[in-house]
């Protein structure tokens, strides 16, 4: 079985601030981790995945996860936030094997104060 | 490259009631999911399809149904609404691979009164 764990439900920050939203999953198989951003009134829009390779991924709008496979975690960054990145985000895992169904977290709110 | 596309964008419903939701897979895809996402909340799985067939379900109960088309097009449908059916519905394209990231509709809001 596979789950995820979104630590923070929500996540203020001033802009131009570092934010760092965590993640950690568990699987008894190898995984496939993505995050998700989701604005309001729309869907889910992929920003970044790790399938192999370079533990450091680095996706849209500036964002960059580490995956750490000691820690079982995959936590979401970004340097320096924007007011336009107040948004839900959503981490996801999906197990190696023939399993083709991510499960999502609850997900975490980011909230950008000017 | 057409992306996913759902109708109706909202619905308002009466418990008891029947609905049905459809979902219009991005183009090269052949794989639909179907998620339930209460406010606040993560998407919660439904059930997948694949070759027209069900491929996997989550934990709802069979009131909760689906179709898959030959041109990989998709309904749900909720028989019975009950006021916890209230949530907003995604439906999500993908090759079948299992690293294979989801392509999302901007969901159905669905409210059951």
């Known amino acids: 079985a596979q789950s995820v764990t979104q630590l923070d439900s929500q996540v203020p920050v001033f802009e131009e601030a570092p934010v760092e939203l965590r993640c950690n999953y568990s699987s008894s198989v190898s995984v496939y981790l993505f995050w998700y951003v989701q604005y309001p009134n729309q869907g889910l829009q992929l920003l970044l995945k790790y399938l192999s390779g370079s533990t450091l991924v680095k996706g849209i709008n500036g964002f960059e996860a580490e995956f750490n496979k000691s820690q079982t975690s995959f936590h979401l960054r970004k340097p320096s936030v924007h007011i336009s990145d107040t948004a839900e985000y959503f981490c996801?895992?999906?197990?190696?094997?023939?399993?083709?169904?991510?499960?999502f977290g609850r997900g975490t709110s980011l909230i950008v104060h000017p | 490259e057409t992306g996913v596309t759902q109708s109706p964008t909202h619905l308002i419903k009466t418990r008891g009631q029947q609905v049905t939701l459809r979902c219009s897979s991005q183009?090269?895809?052949?794989?639909v999911s179907w998620y339930q996402q209460a406010l606040g909340q993560g998407p919660q799985f439904i059930f997948q399809y694949y070759r027209e067939e069900e491929n996997g379900r989550g934990n709802f109960p069979p009131r909760f149904s689906g179709l898959q088309f030959p041109n990989y097009s998709s309904e749900l449908n909720v028989n019975a609404l009950e006021l916890d059916d209230s949530a907003l519905y995604l439906c999500?394209?993908?090759?079948?691979?299992?690293?294979?990231?989801?392509?999302f509709g901007n969901g159905t809001r669905l409210t059951v009164t």
């Open positions: 996801a895992v999906s197990s190696g094997g023939g399993s083709y169904i991510p499960t």
């Open positions: 999500a394209s993908s090759s079948r691979q299992d690293n294979s990231p989801l392509h």
């Open positions: 183009s090269g895809h052949n794989t």
